[in-house]
């Protein structure tokens, strides 16, 4: 089945560090990928996605391409902030046409950033 | 954006209560889902729902039941609580057309004693 494979955390980094979370996915078709960022106490937001294949996701400074010859869709920051703190889930969505509308998460990926 | 509401947010209750931990949004969206999220922060989908009366079994089973009536609600229940219920849970919900993106709740961090 459809599964999400994602770098393990805790992540530490000084702040101004580059961030890279690597995630790799396993599905049959074309999903379309996702990174969701939980804060502390909070629930899920979106962060970035990309529905094709070459497309590039981007927010907040933070972006990801989809790569579907290395099936991955890793994410990156070239300066993380303090508040760039929370942990970090790859996802990915088959789509109503292969009747498969849910998301399937990776393990999700602990980050702190240090003054 | 989605806004979604979970009632409680935090729940501590004694073994062998029932509760029902509550979900409501105000967009209108047809599908919604609840998701059961380990200590250990992984995410598992216990039910979804892609309508009024639709309910289905997620990937995790669960002993939970869920009930969709009303397009803005759905409320999931323990009939009789478990300290191996002790979790967070997560309510989802995603528009029918157009965006694949989930919005989700606070969610209710609920403890079993």
């Known amino acids: 089945g459809d599964s999400v494979t994602q770098m393990e955390g805790p992540v530490t980094l000084s702040e101004e560090a580059f961030l890279t979370i690597n995630c790799t996915y396993t599905?049959?078709?074309?999903?379309?990928l996702f990174w969701y960022v939980q804060y502390p106490g909070e629930g899920l937001q979106l962060l970035l996605k990309?529905?094709?294949?070459?497309d590039k996701g981007s927010n907040k400074g933070f972006e990801a391409t989809y790569r579907k010859e290395t099936t991955s869709f890793h994410l990156e920051k070239g300066s993380v902030q303090v508040s760039d703190s929370a942990v970090y889930f790859c996802a990915l969505e088959m789509g109503s046409n292969f009747g498969n509308e849910k998301l399937t998460f990776g393990t999700g990926t602990r980050l702190t950033i240090i003054p | 954006e989605a806004d979604i509401y979970q009632t409680p947010r935090y729940l501590v209750i004694g073994t062998g209560k029932k509760i029902t931990l509550e979900c409501s949004q105000t967009m209108g969206h047809d599908k919604m889902y609840w998701y059961q999220q380990d200590p250990g922060m992984e995410l598992h989908l216990i039910h979804y729902?892609?309508?009024?009366?639709?309910?289905e079994k997620g990937d995790l089973s669960s002993e939970s039941t869920v009930s969709r009536i009303r397009t803005e609600h759905f409320p999931l229940t323990l009939e009789s609580a478990r300290p191996s219920h002790t979790s967070q849970y997560l309510c989802a919900t995603q528009d029918r057309e157009g965006t694949d993106t989930q919005y989700f709740g606070p969610g209710t961090r609920l403890t079993v004693l």
């Open positions: 599905a049959t078709g074309y999903p379309s």
């Open positions: 729902s892609y309508g009024v009366n639709s309910t």
């Open positions: 990309a529905t094709k294949a070459d």
